[in-house]
């Protein structure tokens, strides 16, 4: 089983020297408090709990899974024990305000926490993950009492959160949420409906769980526009704070799933629960866009976390077996054969899973600063500020969580194809990967969504392109920055073609869409993926040019790690990036070639 080691080279070069988190920092309301001894204490102290605490959680908590006995749920062996030490490292509320007991730290530290833990344990690290976009909410549109009555044992993490959407009836299509409440005349409602697929929607980990639920008021309009967002505590909470009854809201089942069996995936039943809106009357999906949209960063850090791991896993198997002799000539004369590692396609798999891990890690921190600044303009209550950054962050949000899910899976598959046919037996864990990677490309929104997402909202309908044109008119301002340099001239030439092909793709697609009204639909998924390996060429080259400027200062102490960057990046560019080709070609099809055929010639009689 591959155990975890906290990649802290990695990540102290994206913060400090390719995306100078320090001065990042300075510009922030409540930067003055991630001084340099606090981050370093703070990336210490998540690699310790990771690789001693959670990593060995991991294949265990798999093997055992969650138990279900009527209502009640427990977590594998272990879990609690390494709850309470996570929260009482305070680890919970690490970007959460003071006067609720957080640390006040940006949001990006608590992101970068959040990709470690999730590398050395994924399972375990929906339990609190899931709180975090519970208290966005709550923090966000909750009245006073509602943050004064919930944030407190949330930031301690001694209760947890949980987000519920989807219905037996419908998933991404949230139109059809069927969940409705009738008021109590004292302010508060009873819910009637159904949830399902809620992670940590029930367990034994933390005191109370505090749901967020969408659902519908008596006189809701229908579809989407209809919906309303209302919290409901799993315990009832007295006006002194303490524990009250049992609200009506229990477990009905715990799905038994391909993947993160350590983590409860709950049916919950609403039977009269106790519900409290929070926000407007039929805005609730409005509100919850705040939670889904953490949840969907969330989901594309797993796509790093599982490449990451797989890496880690595979790296040492190919340097320790043998078979057969590399092609150039003996690598390990003393033995029998040479170790895989030797062999060029063994390279190929394991250098894809650096460049995915290591490229997408860099994205994602990228990505944790348009967030520091957006809450930043939320804190001050500059809505303009904040709404800006917020459509920086939106064009982000699905590319990340789209193309780096489905990375992370391919990476997941090739840490399996390394070890042969020992990858496929449990016991070396990395079946564990790929099973577990699996679910990242389905929930908040699977690939397709996002596509959509992208294409038909962001790019088409939102802009009119105009999104595109800015983010590449930056690379193609580094691209200027960096004309003179000889050493980067092979990235900025494909860099530069690479802009030039998106905007015409793009504009292409918004000619095609005034006759051709499924083209977006056709063309969404490989326009995200081009989106994808566009932005991570853009984010490996701006690494190589970093790497290139420390190498010529006289880095010699870390001369290899950087010349690894740069090795890394040319195996991209060469290998990697070459499929946004057919991406390219595939996306301008006409969608008749989709739909041409009449439903009933796909059955198979």
Known sequence: MPAYKAPLRDVRFLMNELLDYPAHFKKLANGELADADTVDMILEGVADICENVLSPLYQTGDDEGCHFDNGTVTTPKGYKEAYTQFIQGGWQGLSYPEQYGGQNLPMSLNLIKSEMMATA?????????????????????????????????????????????????????????????????????????????????????????????????????????????????????????????????????????????????????????????????????????????????????????????????????????????????????????????????????????????????????????????????????????????????????????????????????????????????????????????????????????????????????GSKGKIVRDYTTEIVKFCGRQARNKQMRRFIWDLTKVCAEWNTLTLRLMLMARKDRDIVSSAAVDYLMYSGYAMMAYTWAQMAAVAYDKLEKGGAEDAAFYTAKIQTAEFYFDRLLPRAGAHAEAMVTPSSVLTQMEIDSFALN
């Open 121 to 461: 344990n994924w399972s375990f690290t929906m339990y609190p993950g899931l709180s975090m976009g519970c208290m966005n909410t709550i923090l966000r549109y909750g009245t006073e009492e509602q943050k004064n009555t919930y944030m407190p044992p949330l930031v301690d993490g001694s209760w947890a959160g949980t987000m519920c959407l989807t219905e037996p009836q419908c998933g991404t299509d949230l139109g059809q949420v069927k969940t409705r409440v009738e008021p109590n005349g004292d302010g508060s409602f009873k819910m009637f409906g159904t949830k399902i697929f809620i992670s940590s929607g029930e367990h034994d980990l933390t005191d109370n769980i505090i749901h967020i639920v969408l659902a519908r008021l008596p006189d809701a309009p229908k579809g989407t526009r209809g919906i309303t967002l209302f919290i409901v505590p799993k315990f009832l909470v007295n006006a002194d704070g303490t524990l009250g009854a049992r609200n009506g809201v229990t477990c009905g089942s715990l799905e038994h799933k391909m993947g993160i069996k350590a983590s409860a995936t709950a049916v919950l039943n609403f039977d009269g629960a106790t519900a409290y809106q929070i926000g407007p009357d039929h805005k609730g999906l409005e509100c919850m866009f705040t939670f889904m949209n953490t949840a969907r960063i969330g989901t594309a850090v797993q796509g790093v976390a599982h490449a990451e791991l797989s890496f880690q896993g595979a790296l040492p198997y190919a340097k320790d077996r043998i078979s057969m002799r590399a092609l150039s000539g003996k690598k390990n004369p003393d033995k029998v054969a040479d170790a895989i590692i030797h062999h060029a396609d063994v390279r190929r798999m394991l250098l894809t899973q650096k460049a995915v891990a290591e490229g997408g890690r860099a994205m994602i921190y990228h990505a944790a600063m348009l967030a520091d600044k957006m809450t930043d303009g939320i804190v001050a209550g500059d809505e303009k500020t904040a709404e800006y950054w917020d459509d920086k962050l939106g064009f982000y949000t699905p590319i990340l969580k789209g193309f780096l899910t489905e990375m992370g899976q391919e990476c997941a598959s090739l840490g399996v194809q390394v070890y042969g046919g020992h990858g496929y037996i449990k016991e070396w864990g990395m079946e564990q990967i790929l099973r577990d990677s699996r679910i990242s490309t389905l929930y908040e929104g699977t690939t397709g969504i996002q596509a959509l997402d992208l294409l038909g909202r962001k790019v088409l309908l």
